[in-house]
């Protein structure tokens, strides 16, 4: 049989037939794939879905990431970026191309994971989040310091360890995990969990917060350097150290921290001072407070010494103000004596005037001005009484209308209790409770009944 024939037998397929079959093919060969190259052509479609093209030197890739997984993904695509993408090899009919349906991307090597820190980095600090006047100051001694790290490393036990030589404190474990895709997430919501405590709450706030992780790669710091726990530390209204890797690793969250550590062990050692020391310094300090005072007080003691020295005695402060007493005592007994015999004098000139029958004289005229002045007074005296007579009863008068024996006499009683306390309403009566009557001309016991009933007006029970 000829080439010619042998084409002429072969099967004839339609275009979707044909590329269905190499859409099958395809899938068979690559069902699951890693491909490294770097992303161009990002577009981002309304629905959510990423299109992009992944390209080395020599070929060009289409890559598709349905908005499901583009949602999920911890690295976001940007231009330029090297990623290794994970997924699904197939083809699009539509034009006939084949392309590569992403379900996992990472960044491509060391250089590339720094590029995205570095972007990241700025990015933040542009919005101020590394600022120094966001910086909080270290409590000096902390009552409760809260430790953001994973329950079974070793992290833990060196800070727990560290600061009970130093200076033993209450503290409180969150666990978290520490590296993985679920431990960015686990972190920030271990910062924010810390701060959303109460001071008086079951579970004391903490007055520090130490994120901690012990050294590794790049990749396995990457949790640190995740947009969010780098916001949630920048945001914690309580101190926080970072202690992240060794001296030699830097993530982004010790640039949002109060404080960086270069080791958990570092960080144990800046949350608290050494107790001996501070005993040691508290010590030291009564000591040189003793010696200062003592040294103080001599001083003041010499000097004290010196200025008495200078002053005169007390004898001589108050000689000459006794000399001066005496002078005047001296000066007070001799007027006295001048003082009475003067008025003994001018008693014996009034003597010899008022002689008996001048006496008698003048007691006669005495007692006549007595007696008009003693009727001028009667008479003064009785109108004022009057006027005062007059006052009273009108003030009678009115203080009478204004008395509740007024009320009494126009048909109105004053109802009292068994203690004696007047009952103004019907509201305050309990029922069998004995009753005074009080009317204008005596009064009568009562008692409530059961039920109110109407009576008639007057009726007394």
Same mark, same amino acid.
């Given at each position: 049989?000829?080439?010619?024939?042998?084409?002429?037998?072969?099967?004839?397929?339609?275009?979707?037939?044909?590329?269905?079959?190499?859409?099958?093919?395809?899938?068979?060969?690559?069902?699951?794939?890693?491909?490294?190259?770097?992303?161009?052509?990002?577009?981002?479609?309304?629905?959510?879905?990423?299109?992009?093209?992944?390209?080395?030197?020599?070929?060009?890739?289409?890559?598709?990431?349905?908005?499901?997984?583009?949602?999920?993904?911890?690295?976001?695509?940007?231009?330029?970026?090297?990623?290794?993408?994970?997924?699904?090899?197939?083809?699009?009919?539509?034009?006939?191309?084949?392309?590569?349906?992403?379900?996992?991307?990472?960044?491509?090597?060391?250089?590339?994971?720094?590029?995205?820190?570095?972007?990241?980095?700025?990015?933040?600090?542009?919005?101020?989040?590394?600022?120094?006047?966001?910086?909080?100051?270290?409590?000096?001694?902390?009552?409760?310091?809260?430790?953001?790290?994973?329950?079974?490393?070793?992290?833990? =036990?060196?800070? !727990? %360890?560290? @600061?009970?030589?130093?200076? *033993? #404190?209450?503290?409180? +474990?969150?666990?978290? /995990?520490? &590296?993985?895709?679920?431990?960015?997430?686990?972190?920030?919501?271990?910062?924010?969990?810390?701060?959303?405590?109460?001071?008086?709450?079951?579970?004391?706030?903490?007055?520090?917060?130490?994120?901690?992780?012990?050294?590794?790669?790049?990749?396995?710091?990457?949790?640190?350097?995740?947009?969010?726990?780098?916001?949630?530390?920048?945001?914690?209204?309580?101190?926080?150290?970072?202690?992240?890797?060794?001296?030699?690793?830097?993530?982004?969250?010790?640039?949002?921290?109060?404080?960086?550590?270069?080791?958990?062990?570092?960080?144990?050692?800046?949350?608290?001072?050494?107790?001996?020391?501070?005993?040691?310094?508290?010590?030291?300090?009564?000591?040189?407070?003793?010696?200062?005072?003592?040294?103080?007080?001599?001083?003041? =003691?010499?000097? !004290? %010494?010196? @200025?008495?020295?200078?002053? *005169? #005695?007390?004898?001589? +402060?108050?000689?000459? /103000?006794? &000399?001066?007493?005496?002078?005047?005592?001296?000066?007070?007994?001799?007027?006295?004596?001048?003082?009475?015999?003067?008025?003994?004098?001018?008693?014996?000139?009034?003597?010899?005037?008022?002689?008996?029958?001048?006496?008698?004289?003048?007691?006669?005229?005495?007692?006549?001005?007595?007696?008009?002045?003693?009727?001028?007074?009667?008479?003064?005296?009785?109108?004022?009484?009057?006027?005062?007579?007059?006052?009273?009863?009108?003030?009678?008068?009115?203080?009478?209308?204004?008395?509740?024996?007024?009320?009494?006499?126009?048909?109105?009683?004053?109802?009292?209790?068994?203690?004696?306390?007047?009952?103004?309403?019907?509201?305050?009566?309990?029922?069998?409770?004995?009753?005074?009557?009080?009317?204008?001309?005596?009064?009568?016991?009562?008692?409530?009944?059961?039920?109110?009933?109407?009576? *008639?007006?007057?009726?007394?029970?």
């Amino acid at each position: 049989m000829s080439e010619a024939s042998s084409r002429l037998n072969l099967a004839e397929f339609t275009v979707s037939e044909l590329s269905a079959a190499l859409k099958r093919a395809v899938e068979d060969v690559f069902a699951f794939v890693r491909v490294r190259g770097e992303i161009s052509g990002l577009k981002i479609a309304a629905s959510g879905h990423v299109y992009f093209d992944l390209k080395d030197e020599k070929a060009v890739l289409n890559a598709v990431i349905w908005r499901p997984t583009a949602r999920a993904l911890r690295v976001q695509p940007a231009a330029g970026m090297e990623v290794i993408c994970t997924g699904r090899l197939t083809t699009y009919a539509g034009s006939s191309r084949y392309q590569i349906i992403v379900e996992q991307l990472e960044l491509a090597g060391a250089g590339a994971l720094m590029a995205l820190i570095e972007q990241r980095r700025q990015k933040l600090a542009a919005e101020g989040l590394f600022d120094s006047a966001r910086k909080k100051p270290l409590p000096f001694l902390p009552e409760v310091i809260g430790v953001v790290t994973s329950p079974s490393g070793a992290v833990i =036990r060196d800070i !727990l %360890h560290r @600061l009970a030589e130093r200076f *033993p #404190r209450r503290v409180l +474990l969150w666990p978290v /995990a520490v &590296q993985g895709d679920k431990a960015a997430g686990e972190i920030a919501a271990a910062i924010a969990g810390f701060n959303a405590l109460e001071c008086d709450g079951p579970v004391p706030r903490p007055d520090l917060v130490i994120v901690a992780r012990g050294g590794g790669s790049v990749e396995d710091l990457m949790a640190f350097n995740d947009e969010s726990v780098v916001r949630a530390a920048a945001a914690s209204h309580i101190p926080l150290i970072s202690a992240v890797g060794h001296e030699t690793d830097t993530t982004l969250i010790d640039y949002a921290a109060d404080r960086r550590a270069p080791t958990p062990t570092a960080a144990a050692e800046i949350a608290v001072p050494v107790r001996a020391d501070l005993i040691g310094q508290v010590l030291d300090l009564d000591r040189r407070s003793q010696r200062g005072f003592a040294r103080a007080m001599g001083e003041r =003691r010499t000097r !004290l %010494h010196g @200025l008495l020295r200078a002053l *005169p #005695r007390a004898s001589q +402060l108050f000689a000459e /103000a006794q &000399q001066r007493l005496d002078v005047a005592c001296t000066g007070l007994s001799n007027a006295l004596q001048r003082n009475l015999a003067l008025h003994r004098q001018e008693f014996a000139q009034i003597a010899a005037v008022l002689r008996p029958q001048s006496v008698k004289h003048r007691l006669d005229a005495g007692r006549e001005r007595g007696a008009v002045l003693t009727q001028r007074l009667e008479r003064i005296l009785r109108t004022q009484l009057g006027e005062l007579a007059r006052t009273v009863e009108g003030l009678a008068r009115v203080l009478d209308s204004a008395s509740y024996r007024a009320a009494l006499a126009r048909g109105f009683a004053l109802v009292r209790g068994s203690n004696g306390q007047l009952r103004r309403s019907a509201a305050e009566l309990e029922p069998g409770e004995p009753l005074k009557l009080i009317f204008v001309d005596g009064s009568r016991q009562a008692v409530v009944a059961d039920a109110p009933k109407k009576v *008639p007006p007057g009726t007394i029970r």
